[in-house]
């Protein structure tokens, strides 16, 4: 009933707040024999480190992952894993403007509502710091997928491909850009307007929204479990649980609606004796199972919520008041959302293999 | 592990094939002593009932449901709630074409990938026959929630919002509406529209994809369990499991990316001593919890790949060839879809109001 | 959070009142392509059935089973198996002195506390007409033991070892024997003393306990999931959770106790080049995983509450009363607790068997 | 799938091993403004810590437990609650010896043969010291129980009563006992004999098996969900969770088999115009719900299985050889059970009383 962990066969559970003594999270269902140390996870919270341009927040967090069990003598041992990262940027300060005030477009009221009590020190659980443990869970879950499927098979790879109103030109996509700038965006020509367009909004102490698309490359056709659980309904949900998304969509997504029968379904062939698709309108889901093509999965990231620009509000007294979100906040939480959204897909697709391998062998 | 149960609190299981006998599911953890009988039930039943015009399939199914187990003398038990409808429509026919051909768009493919074996009969488990016992689930899942939040408190109200490249004019839109066209459609004119759009579809062996919004009214605020089982992530999850959809959004959805952090945020106010939104961009979810606004959620439904157009594909001798798909199909699923996205919606908010209360009180 | 359902990677979920229309389970992550028919469940259906012998209640049911979905051209498709017995006998009988009476050792008093209404006929949904599905699910658990460990390898069986006092001399135990009296047990000599007991207790409108002892042979070694669903630990749940079971151990169980290390703890040595343990104290199951010896589980069933001796109680207005409960009932419930614990054996060592395999291939 | 969680709707998952830096768990579905601090928790590990007498292992832990997240300013926020213990008696010692060879009685040979590598320092995580998690997570449950059902309401004290053969004389029971001597004993008499026996069985490099008895006091009728996850049953797989327990049963348990009807079912009558039984057979469960009486569970324990006492065994070589099990072993392993089995007993009311409050409110 209560709703911390995630997936079934390979079970994650997250813990701690955003300015507590340390975060962490249990991985429960590990294959064994897998090997691993702190060196597999420690790049993909890199990536996702604030602090790493001046388009995310000044935040300064080392975000070291340590691994406290589950491994022996650098092997996982079919035990749960518990990896923990220490706090370190509790910066003491003082919440008391935000304390009672409901800030506009955060969790701060609906917590208050549910729970009747908040930790207001940076959002306390519902606070974007949640996120990294999602990464590092993420990082364990692409080993899986590595030792089951074949090291060089699968590959997750993600990108902003929306900025406020700017999208990027497929016709120029390169994966290798998006390492590159500042955005995870894989146009370089639109990184440069995004960053002006950035600046603009950081300046007027406003904020922008983002699209991402996450790619899965390289799957066993059939993962998935029709009706409910279906693959495209577990990655709606994985997506849709990450802070501040307010929309999924698989392969063309919306778009679909507009299509007619002849344009939407992907027709088939053979080639080299294997089924070939000849689209991929589908996003490599049909009937909640993986095709086999491209996994592709995009999702909307709203503006962040905290500016500087003074908003009305209320406090937890019933008076009304405005608030200007100072502190130190990513003026687009989309584009930290990249890792996060991989984590996603890759804990997805470990958690369905396994549950796929144990009903059908 | 296995996928055919949705919800944890109200738990509901279906089982059956297109063409089998019967279809049925198990709804467990209905609180007890609530009164229910079929005739709860059957009115949603027969709002998506195919046959009733000529843009739905027409199959003729009466699609009786009756409650077998878990009502005594009128009154739920708290014990289980099984219900059946049996299949009357299984017309004998040839199913040579499709019996090994993989119909493009369909989930043939992927169901004989992941099981080895599959039940061609009109498509067997992947039917969106099985959404019929969504729709009666859902029905229960209502009587659920009129019992705990007052009987006049919540409407779950749904409509086709665009079909084709279509939308309505939502300066136009009126709920009463919604029960007077074939579509579902909230705005009459639009409504004449796709009649005309759609009668062309099927003219030239065809078919139009859909957008479908369904909004609950009169929700308490904090429904929700963060992080993973936050209440539109699980909303997500529901809409995305349904046949044919492509993506599912919340308030302003992909919209939201585009928008800056002042445009977004809903601000606050006291409106007779309560806490008012000046707006809902958010669609009634912050945070993951329910704000007490009008929750708001739009899915995408692909173009029926059902189509008279031949198609290229291969059967699963690895034999290239062309299908035609005959048979009784829906022309646009979107239409039928949105007594199945009212059901969901339903369900999942059933579900969370009983986990809330276990936990909250 | 409902608990009708048991199992996670193999997981039937039942529903059905003793006296009402059906019963039925539905059996989900039953993998696929492996030959089913109603033959392979009938047969433990029939060994269950009641009114076989004196010794068990009259009631007059068929107990015919029917698969409704999850079947195809006689093979597992891997979806949903639906499975449901019409009840026959629902004899229309006067209720009146049991609807408002608690009879003493039933569950009426606890379930008119827990959810303010219950189905007096029969016991409803408390009755142990619904160990039938557990049978025939149990059926289903073992096609899926012997498909996939070997037509020949697994063998689960049952036995009575003790009635009221008396218990069976192991050195007389012929498991030929077992479905040669009316009494599942082992021993012939003892089945003649249990004939006499029994008969002498039914004139006396009295009932007897009885403890069952269930063996799996030929399982691998290594299933089970530490720490909290180890081995042992789903079977005692499996077993304490079938109607009138009082107590349940593994291997030498409560003796143990009075054992001391060198007695209890089995040695290993080398046979064949395999390793054997010299004994079988554990039971099969060494820190909640089965060591591949015998899987060794008994439990107490307590006599009938349903008796013919007049007994002091209340009703639900508060008023104090006696009860006589006529009707058809088991002298010994414990009888037809033998195929039920087989089935539960099989249940649980299925599912485990599948959860093993997800996590480690 | 995996197993190292236990309950539903108040859930914990524990992780860490014997001789790794730390153990810890997670407490998911703590309801939220409990009043909670290490204080809470210390007193009970404090009880089961080893080192107290001669008749525990000598190994040296303060067991000092430290909250991590999901309190905030004193009190529970209903986010996940974060438990960690350091280890640090983790003597670094060669265990040459353990490290390639089976422990008879242990788990050793099951989890080589399951997950094909073992943590072989202490036991890795099949150690008993996982069980400290297990009081700590009980000593929140019962703060849930004492916050939900009145602070004085219920109690759960458990108690040894056999050692060996010796078992206690219930007309000498005294709680206030329990306290006073090595053993949990509520016979003070007995608790002497217990003494010169255990000294004998340590002597001669032995071990002593055991039954305990916990009894919860004061709990509402109707906890429990039929018909699998029944009081009993929940409480049966609980306590054979538990290192070295070989079976469970629940009020007169096994000796109800040797009862006749009139004997074991508990006559009811008004007492103060509330319903009240004349004896506790039932041990307080009736159909798997609570029945308001006392709940009353025992479990067996077998003898430690490390001893002293050469014993023959294999190593992962498949070589026959001897082992004998120095280091610090409790000589009785049941006696440290009390305090972890009124711990899983909190834990799983405090479940069960989520769970029935969310279904029934």
Request: charged share 25%.
């Amino acid at each position: 009933m209560p709703g911390n962990s995630f997936g079934q066969a390979f079970r994650f559970t997250t813990w701690g707040e955003s300015h507590g003594p340390a975060i962490g999270c249990v991985i429960d269902g590990v294959p064994p024999r897998i090997p691993l140390s702190e060196a597999d996870i420690q790049p993909f919270l890199d990536r996702r480190r604030p602090g790493q341009s001046r388009y995310t927040t000044q935040r300064q967090e080392s975000d070291e992952v340590r691994i406290v069990s589950g491994v022996f003598e650098g092997e996982t041992t079919g035990t749960p894993l518990a990896l923990v990262i220490e706090n370190q940027d509790q910066r003491s300060k003082d919440y008391g403007d935000i304390k009672d005030k409901f800030r506009p477009g955060h969790a701060d009221y609906t917590y208050w509502q549910k729970y009747g009590i908040r930790d207001y020190r940076g959002g306390g659980r519902s606070s974007a710091r949640e996120t990294a443990m999602r990464v590092a869970a993420g990082a364990v879950a692409r080993r899986v997928l590595a030792h089951l499927l074949g090291e060089e098979q699968v590959a997750i790879r993600g990108a902003l491909v929306q900025m406020g109103a700017d999208s990027v030109d497929r016709l120029r996509w390169d994966w290798a850009e998006v390492d590159r700038n500042a955005f995870f965006g894989p146009d370089a020509a639109m990184a440069e307007i995004w960053a002006a367009r950035l600046d603009e909004a950081r300046k007027n102490g406003s904020s922008l929204g983002a699209v991402v698309e996450v790619v899965a490359q390289g799957l066993p056709a059939g993962l998935g479990e029709p009706v409910y659980d279906k693959l495209d309904a577990d990655l709606a949900k994985a997506m849709m649980s990450i802070n501040a998304v307010k929309g999924v969509e698989i392969g063309e997504g919306f778009a679909a609606a507009a299509l007619n029968g002849e344009e939407n379904a992907d027709e088939l062939r053979m080639e080299d004796d294997e089924v070939a698709f000849l689209s991929n309108k589908a996003g490599g889901v049909l009937g909640g199972l993986s095709t086999g093509q491209d996994l592709v999965v995009r999702f909307a990231v709203k503006p962040t919520s905290s500016i500087l620009s003074p908003r009305r509000t209320v406090d937890r007294f019933g008076q009304e008041t405005e608030i200007v979100t100072k502190g130190r906040h990513d003026p687009c939480v989309g584009i930290r959302a990249v890792p996060v959204g991989e984590a996603m897909m890759a804990l997805v697709l470990a958690d369905h293999l396994l549950r796929h391998r144990g009903q059908i062998g």
